[in-house]
């Protein structure tokens, strides 16, 4: 019999793990995925897609949309987020860079989002001004576009065979190209995906 993962606890938030698509998956947008979860709680959910570039999208190109100087800015793919917001930036980076704006005693949105020792998720113009010119996160992905549940959305989509919430791992993230990512991180899990059932059992 093929192993099925076992489905999380009820009423778990899953903030900072990431989220690998059940063979199966019943929406064809997130077949295959792998998703940093960054935001979950009662009012639903938000996480940065890892797992697929964006055809045609680089770096330097991004940043000279926005009026940035790429500097010393690697010209690396940029990840499709996700279908919501789709030209809005992210970048999910090493949890030891803040935002200068955060240390500021006016601030009251933090531009910068602590997911975890892990990693952190920040969608400021702050960030990618630092990679470019040479001070930003040690490590880094750059994103365009989110995936977003509204409350309970992803809850009932956990119970349903669609995703398995695996351990946030900096390490899937940063030391991995995209396309290995889901792979990687079942096999972290101690996990072989190809073993996965497409279906969920019933007793």
Known sequence: MSPTPPPPPEASYLSGRLLLAMPGMPDPRFAGSAIALCVHDENGALGIGIDTLLEGVTLH??????????????????????????????????????????????????????????????????????????????????????????????????????????????SILFDNPAHDRWSRAWKAEGIDPALLANVTGRA
């Open 61 to 170: 190109a991004l940043l000279t949309d926005l009026d940035i100087d790429p500097g010393l800015a690697p010209d690396c793919g940029v990840l499709m987020g996700g279908p919501v917001e789709s030209s809005r930036g992210f970048v999910l980076h090493s949890p030891e860079w803040v935002s200068p704006s955060d240390n500021a005693a006016e601030a009251d949105h933090p531009a910068s989002l602590a997911v975890s020792d892990q990693w952190a998720l920040s969608a400021s113009r702050d960030v990618l001004v630092a990679i470019a010119e040479g001070r930003g996160p040690a490590q880094w992905l750059v994103a365009l576009g989110y995936a977003g549940w509204g409350p309970g959305q992803l809850d009932g989509e956990m119970r349903h065979h669609g995703w398995y919430a695996a351990q946030g791992r900096r």
